[in-house]
């Protein structure tokens, strides 16, 4: 398969490069500044894997990272940055599906936090207190995470919004829970499980329009 990576760079972004790689996937790694990207990963891909150094503001440098033949996914692990503008996100997410609609590819995997809310969810006080908490000290990043999984749901396309917990670095564990906020999760995700649910759900897609929260 080829694979579009957002946020390739990133903490999580990394490890999901690495096992689509081991996994004998053509990997398409955008990134701000490519220099991010360990040196082993290109080492490792054998041919496949292309960097693209841009910007997710700008719709040409996104434009570009859908050169050649058309992606069978994309997958966004875009995280709001330090001094980065409070529209980041929706403005990557519009980028983005623009993007894909040009090039006639369909599937879109958005990871997000478990902060955004879905139906289906049942919290609990402590999931109300996380929330809470975000409002008042991460209120821009809960907006326009919020915002940007609205333009992905809207898109026509076919998405899976992945919702997480808190995302730790650490060994994988190998596994990991999907449901929902307050059903069947915990409150934390090793970055490496993360990658290996979103690289699950491109080879083989069971959450289609659906946000599954997933967690250690």
Do not use: C, Y
């Amino acid at each position: 398969m080829r694979i579009v990576i957002f946020g390739a760079s990133g903490r999580t972004g990394i490890p999901l490069v690495e096992q689509a790689l081991a996994a004998g996937h053509e990997v398409v790694s955008f990134a701000r500044k490519a220099g991010k990207l360990p040196p082993s990963l290109a080492d490792r891909a054998g041919g496949r894997m292309e960097v693209v150094e841009g910007d997710v503001l700008t719709p040409a440098d996104v434009n570009r990272a859908f050169e050649g033949k058309a992606p069978d996914a994309v997958v966004s692990v875009l995280g709001p940055t330090k001094g980065a503008p409070d529209d980041l996100l929706p403005a990557a997410a519009r980028a983005i599906v623009s993007a894909m609609k040009a090039k006639g590819a369909r599937r879109l995997v958005w990871m997000t936090g478990a902060g955004v809310p879905a139906d289906g969810d049942e919290p609990k006080l402590a999931d109300h207190l996380i929330r809470g908490a975000l409002r008042l000290f991460a209120g821009k990043v809960l907006a326009q995470s919020q915002a940007a999984v609205d333009i992905v749901k809207t898109s026509g396309l076919d998405w899976t919004v992945v919702r997480v917990p808190m995302l730790v670095d650490g060994e994988p564990a190998g596994n990991f829970k999907v449901g929902r906020v307050g059903v069947g999760t915990g409150p934390k995700l090793i970055r490496a499980d993360g990658a290996a649910f979103l690289l699950k759900e491109v080879e083989s897609p069971e959450h289609v329009h659906r946000l599954p929260v997933v967690s250690n």
